[in-house]
Nanobody, 115 residues
Framework: QVQLVESGGGVVQPGGSLRLSCAASGFTFRLYDMLWYRQRPGKEREQVALINSDGRSTAYVDSVKGRFTISRDNEKNTMYLQMNNLKPEDTAVYYC????????WGKGILVSVSS
C-alpha cells in the first residue's frame, strides 16, 4: 500500500531554514510526479511545490519562489523541501502528495516560524 511519511519539521525563527523529507513506499517512486502541499491556520490546503518524475522540472507557488527548493532522490524513494528565509506566514502543516490512481497524502508535519 502507498505510504508517505514526512519528517524534518519543527519550530524555527524568522529567517531560519528547515529541510522536510518525504519517504515514499508502495509504488514505483521514480515514475511519479510528487508534490508538497501546506495548510496554514484557518486556510485551505494549497500546493506549494511540484517535481516531475525525473526531477528535472519543478514548479512553485509564487509566495515561496526563491526561498524553497524541491528535490528528490529516486534511489532513496525520498522527496525533499529545502525551506530558507522562513517567514511567519510559512507556518503550516506540510503534506507530501502523490497521485497514484487517486491522491495519497502523508499525515503531515508542522512547521512553525516564530520569534
Amino acid at each position: 500500500q502507498v505510504q508517505l511519511v514526512e519528517s524534518g519539521g519543527g519550530v524555527v525563527q524568522p529567517g531560519g531554514s528547515l529541510r522536510l523529507s518525504c519517504a515514499a513506499s508502495g509504488f514505483t517512486f521514480r515514475l511519479y510526479d510528487m508534490l508538497w502541499y501546506r495548510q496554514r491556520p484557518g486556510k485551505e490546503r494549497e500546493q506549494v511545490a511540484l517535481i516531475n518524475s525525473d526531477g528535472r522540472s519543478t514548479a512553485y507557488v509564487d509566495s515561496v519562489k526563491g526561498r524553497f527548493t524541491i528535490s528528490r532522490d529516486n534511489e532513496k524513494n525520498t522527496m525533499y523541501l529545502q525551506m530558507n528565509n522562513l517567514k511567519p506566514e510559512d507556518t503550516a502543516v506540510y503534506y507530501c502528495n502523490v497521485n497514484y490512481g487517486r491522491d495519497y497524502w502523508g499525515k503531515g508535519i508542522l512547521v512553525s516560524v516564530s520569534s
